[in-house]
T-cell receptor
Framework: QKEVEQNSGPLSVPEGAIASLNCTYS??????FFWYRQYSGKSPELIMS????GDKEDGRFTAQLNKASQYVSLLIRDSQPSDSATYLC????????????FGTGTRLQVTL | NAGVTQTPKFQVLKTGQSMTLQCAQD?????MYWYRQDPGMGLRLIYY???????DKGEVPNGYNVSRLNKREFSLRLESAAPSQTSVYFC???????????FGPGTRLTVL
């Protein structure tokens, strides 16, 4: 079982719709959770971080964390063509080492 | 403020050749990381340095060596390149008191 799992997609949503991206993780001691966006041929850039159960909103982005279900999600409201990218879920596990484990990413396509 | 820089951007090697990938950050971060990214595999940690003077193996260290030259610079060396090391290599850094990593632009390496 992979430590961080994401559906590879592509996830296709029409412009203006809500895109929902999901991620599950296996380490119950995980402490910190991140969503990175990666455009084709570019490096990952951080868009959201979340540390406690519940929702965290930042503009059109909402991260949701449920530690009991070992599940983290990213909602993108009013999706735009510029949101088309691969979204990487990253998890910092339990322990003191500051290492992130990344999922393989979900490719999002926002269609006109 | 350049953030994290990497050189070179592209490199083609023949099997058995050696090379060093350079990474530097100007954010006064203590921790630095080297990842490789392959299609369908996500980002995998090769080596990391939690602080100047220390280095540790990540998930896929075989065939690589690293040097934390000073607080700013963290290099990755391939002593005898193999086609299996064809990949995109990303360097990242992280400050103290946070788990957020910031990525460089990447080096695209092809080993023939």
């Amino acid at each position: 079982q992979k430590e961080v799992e994401q559906n590879s997609g592509p996830l296709s949503v029409p412009e203006g719709a809500i895109a929902s991206l999901n991620c599950t993780y296996s380490d119950r001691g995980s402490q910190s959770f991140f969503w990175y966006r990666q455009y084709s041929g570019k490096s990952p850039e951080l868009i959201m971080s979340i540390y406690s159960n519940g929702d965290k909103e930042d503009g059109r982005f909402t991260a949701q964390l449920n530690k009991a279900s070992q599940y983290v999600s990213l909602l993108i409201r009013d999706s735009q063509p510029s949101d088309s990218a691969t979204y990487l879920c990253a998890v910092k596990g339990g322990g003191t080492a500051s290492k992130l484990t990344f999922g393989t990413g979900t490719r999002l396509q926002v269609t006109l | 403020n350049a953030g994290v820089t990497q050189t070179p951007k592209f490199q083609v090697l023949k099997t058995g050749q050696s090379m060093t990938l350079q990474c530097a950050q100007d954010m006064n971060h203590n921790s630095m990381y080297w990842y490789r990214q392959d299609p369908g595999m996500g980002l995998r940690l090769i080596y990391y340095s939690a602080s100047e003077g220390t280095t540790d193996k990540g998930e896929v260290p075989n065939g690589y060596n690293v040097s934390r030259l000073n607080k700013r610079e963290f290099s990755l060396r391939l002593e005898s390149a193999a086609p299996s090391q064809t990949s995109v290599y990303f360097c990242a850094s992280k400050g103290t008191g946070t788990d957020t990593q910031y990525f460089g632009p990447g080096t695209r390496l092809t080993v023939l």
